[in-house]
C-alpha cells in the first residue's frame, strides 16, 4: 500500500530496521551518510536502494532539512555505487518513489538504482 509522505517519520519502518541491523539485508556499500542494499524483490538484473541515514521519508522533507553534509554525503553515494556496480558505461535508471501517486512503500526515502539491462521507456502507461 502506498504511503502519504507528508506523516512524520516512523521508526518501525522496514528500512530504519535494516538500517539498526534488526533485520538482514544484501549490503553493498555504507559510510557516514547512506547505506546501499539489494532489493528483496529485484525489477532488474541489478537494482539497489539507496537510502540517507538520517530520518527522512521523502525527497522534499530531506531537502528541507537534512544538512549539506547529509545531502552531499546521499548523492555521492549514489553515484559510488553506480560506478562500483558497473553501470556508469552501460547506463542506468535512478527512481524515487514519494507518497501516494508516487507509490511509495516504505516511509523511509530511497532511490531504486536499476541496471544490467536496456530499462525501456519511463513510465508505464497504466
Ligand atoms: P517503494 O515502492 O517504496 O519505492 O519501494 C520499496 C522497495 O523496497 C520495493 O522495491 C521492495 O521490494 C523493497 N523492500 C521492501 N521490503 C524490503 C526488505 O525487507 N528488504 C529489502 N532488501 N528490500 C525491501
Known sequence: MPID???AYDDSNI???ILRDEIPAQRVYEDDFALAFHDI???APTHILVIPKGRYVSWDDFAASASA????????AVG???RD???VAPGYRLLANIGTDGHQEVPHLHVHLFGGRPLGPMLSRV
Not at 553534509?69 to 555521492?76: H, L, Q
Open 85 to 87: 556496480n558497473g553501470l
Open 69 to 76: 553534509d547529509e545531502i552531499a554525503g546521499f548523492v555521492r
Open 80 to 82: 559510488t555505487v553506480a
Open 5 to 7: 509522505a507528508t506523516l
Open 41 to 43: 524483490n529485484p525489477q
Open 15 to 17: 528500512f530504519a530496521k
